[in-house]
T-cell receptor
């Protein structure tokens, strides 16, 4: 059974600081996704990573994928309050269509 | 362009009642997905449609849950004899067929509360 684990589940950080969120998954998967969810809102796609060594950056967020280690990271650089949200990673199952999500990392950036 | 839309945004029902939740995907997206998200959890896969057919319904928790997509566009998730444990946000997503990224775009969700 495909399992996705994120850590930490809760993260409180100061503005201007850097931090990394980790996502481990249990079986081989072709695609790794990162989503953002604001309270009471739906999911917003951030990154789609397809291959080993893939790295994508958007603003203060950078995502990477190591398929051999079954690990993805979401690195936050110089955090700002607007980044406060819950971040989910997800991988596709054996059919490449059903997406399995981690439990999410609730990020709070304090001034 | 218009994103994925879901109606109603909120639904309150009593235990044992029947409910229908509607999803209108992005125009041209042939793939449609239903997920359920409980408070503090990540979304949980329920069912996936490719066109009109359910290609994978392995996530449906039991036979009280059923979904249709008769014309390959709008989908309806149907829950019979609702139970309090069915209370959650039901999310719908759609994606383009043949897209190597299979990026799924999510709707705003329907918050179902079973009293």
């Amino acid at each position: 059974e495909l399992k996705v684990e994120q850590n930490p589940l809760f993260l409180s950080m100061q503005e201007g600081k850097n931090y990394t969120i980790y996502c481990n998954y249990s079986t081989t998967s072709d695609r790794l996704y990162w989503y953002r969810q604001d309270p009471g809102k739906s999911l917003e796609s951030l990154f789609v990573l397809l291959s080993n060594g893939a790295v994508k950056q958007e603003g203060r967020l950078m995502a990477s994928l190591d398929t051999k280690a079954r690990l993805s990271t979401l690195h936050i650089t110089a955090a700002v309050h607007d980044l406060s949200a819950t971040y989910f990673c997800a991988v596709t199952g054996r059919n490449n269509n059903d997406m399995r999500f981690g439990a999410g990392t609730r990020l709070t950036v304090k001034p | 362009g218009a994103g994925v839309s879901q109606t109603p945004s909120n639904k309150v029902t009593e235990k044992g009642k029947y409910v229908e939740l509607r999803c209108d995907p992005i125009s041209g997206h042939t793939a449609l997905y239903w997920y359920r998200q409980s408070l503090g959890q990540g979304p949980e896969f329920l069912i996936y449609f490719q066109g009109t057919g359910a290609a994978d319904d392995s996530g449906l928790p039991n036979d009280r849950f059923f979904a249709v997509r008769p014309e390959g566009s709008v989908s309806t998730l149907k829950i019979q004899r609702t139970e309090r444990g069915d209370s959650a946000v039901y999310l719908c997503a759609s994606s383009r067929a043949g897209d190597n990224y299979n990026e799924q775009f999510f709707g705003p969700g329907t918050r179902l509360t079973v009293l």
